[in-house]
């Protein structure tokens, strides 16, 4: 009997695995296999070695040149735009929900924590009609006629309100988790220290919580690296490709042309992929490290 119960993990293990394996893993591998490739989707892939880096990166006359360094540009004004909104909010609002005279605390953060249910296709319906120029709530409200999503700023606002409004739920939900596990003993020290609020955030909530902020920060600046379906339903990458993000290049060269381009794609998204994996551990170094001094 003790011999099977070795392997009993395996059973709740191995299809998180398999599924890793097969959706994450070898479609990673065959994407930087087909990034030194020319290939169509369709026939054969044709082996070009670094070509397909080199008409990125080195030709600056090359659509492709411009595509990746706009794409990335406008991604990384996503990122710094959203990420730093996407950490504090929620981390105030998990504060706030923590103090002693807020009353009904499940019943706000089950409503802060809806909107991470809806599919991001639909907060984008939504959200197009409320910014609508003839019938949005906004407009009405303040007797306007801006076109939201035509015009910069604005069409960047739109889009960072939209994720923020369908993101912060699950990153109170964490700063909430850790929280609740910070001993109350220490809250009670600092008081009779003399510590208000806002002490009692910095000397004891922040250093408590460190491993749920190391995790949303990374987690949190993933997925905005990978921003897709936002500026493509709410902007189409307008105006004038000024929220055209590097995803939306890619999509377009591997699955919109005439003739699939999909060994250049695939070079794009390698090298958003190495952008990510080095910001990202940059990221967990400077916080761990504060963490731990």
Do not use: C
């Not at 953060?109 to 319906?125: D, E, F, K, M, N």
């Not at 600046?221 to 055209?244: E, H, I, K, Y």
Request: aromatic share 12%.
């Amino acid at each position: 009997m003790k011999e099977h119960g070795k392997f009993a993990p395996l059973f709740f293990v191995g299809p998180h695995i398999i599924l890793f394996i097969v959706f994450i893993l070898i479609p990673s591998i065959y994407g930087m296999y087909a990034s030194f490739t020319n290939w169509n989707l369709i026939g054969s892939p044709e082996w070009v070695g670094l070509d397909n880096y080199k008409t990125i990166l080195a030709n600056s006359d090359s659509t492709f040149y411009s595509q990746f360094f706009n794409g990335m540009k406008n991604t990384l004004i996503f990122v710094g735009l959203s990420v730093p909104l996407m950490i504090v909010i929620p981390l105030m609002i998990a504060v706030a929900l923590e103090h002693k005279e807020v009353k009904f605390t499940s019943l706000f953060q089950t409503l802060i924590y809806i909107p991470g249910l809806v599919s991001i296709s639909a907060a984008a319906l939504i959200w197009s009609l409320i910014f609508n120029k003839q019938l949005g709530v906004v407009n009405n409200m303040f007797g306007s006629e801006q076109v939201w999503t035509a015009t910069q700023p604005y069409a960047w606002i739109t889009i960072i309100i939209i994720t923020v409004w369908a993101g912060i739920g699950g990153n109170m939900i964490i700063y909430r988790a850790g929280i609740n596990g910070v001993s109350k003993d220490l809250y009670e020290s600092a008081e009779i220290d003399g510590a208000g609020p806002i002490r009692k955030f910095w000397n004891v909530t922040l250093p408590s919580i460190k491993f749920p902020l190391i995790y949303t920060m990374v987690m949190t600046t993933a997925g905005a690296f990978n921003v897709f379906a936002q500026p493509l339903m709410m902007t189409d990458g307008g105006p004038r490709q000024s929220t055209t993000v590097l995803m939306m290049y890619i999509r377009d060269l591997a699955f919109s042309h005439g003739e699939s381009i999909a060994g250049v794609a695939s070079a794009m998204a390698v090298m958003l992929g190495l952008v990510l994996l080095v910001i990202s551990a940059i990221q967990y170094y400077i916080m761990n490290k504060n963490a731990t001094t």
